[in-house]
């Protein structure tokens, strides 16, 4: 029998038989559900489908939990309370665990414990969750006397030396990143508070001078060491646009033509325009992961995990995709948006190809539409919609 696709897979993960694996998973610890909704879906195409769930339970420890589920591959399977569960079909196997004990971050249950990291960090810290993604990494804020001393980032084991080297690289250089405060065994990187606002701020706000914000991002781009050029290089949005076109047809299936019809475009482009050298590259350079001073001035640059050799064009692609789908994830936000995408994409395609540059842009854009569906939040397909008609809007340029 064929293996479950990946839309029978979110489908399994957050319909009416999720209930059923996270009661099998939990019985197995004498629990018994009261209740539960999904509360994150993270779906990389290619590698699987993760699940957050808020779940109510009655059990000798009680209350409400954070459960997750997926149907990735996992490399460590001696998680404490990790359950295995097969479908007696064979299609698929799906792992369950209570948060933190996410088998690929061993290192998690420590970041959680207020205790464990204020003997790190030498000072009474409270962690408090800002992000995660099952089995890839979990980001925590560490407060302590009403204000944020530092933040904890909890990567796989096999990738931690790279992200110290990464921000130990870049802070050499004098390119603006948070400094590393401590890193400990099996994943666990605490690094100092960064400075500035987020981008996302200013362009709620609106920009009086767009192209002066744009060269000041596009600076920092410009003081990536040449030793950048020696890390290991991680594949571009475009080049797995593919992937992304998939996952997108599985957040929306009325939509899958259109998807795939934008993926053989940006493919057919990338194979006939020029992406420019191989230079140092950011690899994931957005609004959120760039905070400014001023509007003239970048004063952080975060999330330098895939930092290395790539073309320029995609750092620009990266960017003004993702700007592209503000409006439709707060258009009461983000009014002045358009227009500043209109002056950011006229000096942005001065700097790179046109076509590259426009293809690039709609294969980030692309790969931003499963990211939309977000099942306890009601009217998600006009995000996830209006994502992939910008990614369309994209192609139009090239």
Same mark, same amino acid.
């Given at each position: 029998?064929?293996?479950?696709?990946?839309?029978?897979?979110?489908?399994?993960?957050?319909?009416?038989?999720?209930?059923?694996?996270?009661?099998?998973?939990?019985?197995?610890?004498?629990?018994?559900?009261?209740?539960?909704?999904?509360?994150?879906?993270?779906?990389?195409?290619?590698?699987?489908?993760?699940?957050? =769930?808020?779940?109510?339970?009655?059990? /000798?420890?009680?209350?409400?939990?954070?459960?997750?589920?997926?149907?990735?591959?996992?490399?460590?399977?001696?998680?404490?309370?990790?359950?295995?569960?097969?479908?007696?079909?064979?299609?698929?196997?799906?792992?369950?665990?209570?948060?933190?004990?996410?088998?690929?971050?061993?290192?998690?249950?420590?970041?959680?414990?207020?205790?464990?990291?204020?003997?790190?960090?030498?000072?009474?810290?409270?962690?408090?969750?800002?992000? =995660?993604?099952?089995?890839?990494?979990?980001?925590?804020? !560490?407060?302590?006397?009403?204000?944020?001393?530092? =933040?904890?980032?909890?990567?796989?084991?096999?990738?931690?030396?790279?992200?110290? %080297?990464?921000?130990?690289?870049?802070?050499?250089?004098?390119?603006?990143?948070? %400094?590393?405060?401590?890193?400990?065994?099996?994943?666990?990187?605490?690094?100092?508070?960064?400075?500035?606002?987020?981008?996302?701020?200013?362009?709620?706000?609106?920009?009086?001078?767009?192209?002066?914000?744009?060269?000041?991002?596009?600076?920092?781009?410009?003081?990536?060491?040449?030793?950048?050029?020696?890390?290991?290089?991680? /594949?571009?949005?475009?080049?797995?646009?593919?992937?992304? $076109?998939?996952?997108?047809?599985?957040?929306?299936?009325?939509?899958?033509?259109?998807?795939?019809?934008?993926?053989?475009?940006?493919?057919?482009?990338?194979?006939?325009?020029?992406?420019?050298?191989?230079?140092?590259?950011?690899?994931? =350079?957005?609004?959120?992961?760039?905070?400014?001073?001023?509007?003239?001035?970048?004063?952080?640059?975060?999330?330098?995990?895939?930092?290395?050799?790539?073309?320029?064009?995609?750092?620009? $692609?990266?960017? !003004?995709?993702?700007?592209?789908?503000?409006?439709?994830?707060?258009?009461?936000?983000?009014?002045?948006?358009?227009?500043?995408?209109?002056?950011?994409? %006229?000096?942005?395609?001065?700097?790179?190809?046109?076509?590259?540059?426009?293809?690039?842009?709609?294969?980030?854009?692309?790969?931003?539409?499963?990211?939309?569906?977000?099942?306890?939040?009601?009217?998600?397909?006009?995000?996830?919609?209006?994502?992939?008609?910008?990614?369309?809007?994209? !192609?139009?340029?090239?």
């Amino acid at each position: 029998m064929e293996p479950m696709s990946e839309r029978e897979q979110v489908e399994l993960l957050t319909g009416p038989e999720a209930r059923g694996l996270l009661a099998a998973a939990l019985g197995t610890a004498g629990a018994e559900i009261d209740s539960w909704a999904v509360h994150s879906l993270h779906h990389r195409p290619g590698a699987g489908v993760s699940v957050g =769930y808020t779940v109510t339970v009655r059990a /000798p420890d009680g209350g409400a939990q954070y459960v997750c589920a997926t149907t990735s591959r996992l490399t460590r399977t001696d998680s404490p309370g990790l359950v295995r569960l097969d479908r007696p079909d064979g299609r698929v196997t799906v792992h369950v665990w209570r948060h933190p004990h996410d088998p690929e971050l061993p290192a998690l249950p420590r970041a959680c414990d207020g205790v464990a990291m204020s003997e790190l960090t030498g000072e009474a810290v409270v962690p408090h969750m800002v992000a =995660y993604r099952p089995t890839r990494r979990c980001v925590l804020r !560490l407060e302590g006397g009403g204000m944020t001393r530092a =933040y904890a980032k909890v990567v796989r084991p096999k990738v931690q030396d790279e992200l110290v %080297r990464r921000h130990q690289l870049l802070a050499g250089a004098g390119v603006p990143v948070p %400094r590393i405060l401590h890193s400990a065994p099996g994943g666990l990187v605490v690094i100092a508070p960064a400075t500035g606002i987020p981008m996302a701020n200013f362009l709620a706000a609106g920009l009086t001078d767009p192209v002066t914000t744009l060269d000041a991002a596009v600076a920092v781009l410009d003081a990536l060491p040449a030793e950048v050029l020696g890390l290991r290089r991680h /594949p571009s949005w475009a080049e797995r646009v593919e992937h992304y $076109a998939h996952a997108a047809a599985t957040a929306l299936p009325e939509r899958a033509g259109q998807a795939e019809a934008i993926a053989r475009v940006v493919a057919h482009v990338m194979e006939t325009s020029d992406p420019g050298p191989v230079v140092p590259t950011h690899g994931d =350079y957005y609004e959120a992961n760039i905070l400014l001073a001023d509007p003239a001035r970048v004063s952080s640059v975060l999330d330098v995990d895939a930092v290395g050799p790539g073309h320029r064009v995609d750092d620009l $692609a990266c960017l !003004l995709g993702h700007v592209s789908v503000l409006p439709h994830l707060a258009p009461s936000v983000y009014p002045h948006v358009p227009a500043v995408l209109e002056e950011w994409w %006229r000096r942005a395609s001065s700097m790179a190809d046109p076509r590259a540059l426009a293809a690039r842009a709609a294969a980030v854009t692309l790969s931003l539409v499963a990211g939309a569906k977000r099942p306890a939040v009601e009217g998600w397909q006009v995000d996830a919609r209006g994502r992939l008609d910008e990614a369309e809007r994209w !192609l139009g340029r090239a």
